[in-house]
């Protein structure tokens, strides 16, 4: 069974730093493009970042780009996503979702065009 379990929300002061975590269990991640999205309350869902199967390319949304880095461990089938500067408006709950990527190149601007396995989601709470 295709499994994606995120971890490492939390509160934080504005500043401050989070690091999120995305294991895969089931499949590895070797074949497979991640993504990280986030849905804030009375929002749409948006896309953060991305990353291809071979981890040679990624994609950040304007909000985040210098803030968030994304990065990929095969050996821990894991793909993390570094939050810093956090601010307020970065407060939601953090989704990774994964989708078949085998030439490692990715598809379109968000490294595949739909992601069809979803965890269930961290929240993550930007507040003084």
């Known amino acids: 069974q295709l499994q994606l379990v995120e971890s490492g929300g939390g509160l934080v002061q504005p500043g401050g730093s989070l690091r999120l975590s995305c294991a895969a269990s089931?499949?590895?991640?070797?074949?497979?493009?991640v993504g990280w999205f986030r849905q804030a309350p009375g929002k749409e869902r948006e896309g953060v970042s991305c990353?291809?199967?071979?981890?040679?390319?990624?994609k950040y949304a304007d909000s985040v780009k210098g803030r968030f880095i994304i990065s990929k461990d095969s050996a821990k089938n894991t793909v993390y996503l570094q939050m810093n500067s956090l601010k307020p408006e970065d407060t939601a709950v953090y989704y990774c979702?994964?989708?078949?990527?085998?030439?490692?190149w990715g598809v379109g601007p968000f490294c595949r065009p739909s992601y069809e396995n979803w965890g269930q989601g961290t929240p993550v709470t930007v507040s003084s």
């Open positions: 979702a994964a989708g078949p990527d085998p030439t490692g």
């Open positions: 089931g499949f590895t991640l070797d074949y497979y493009a």
């Open positions: 990353i291809t199967s071979s981890g040679g390319d990624t």
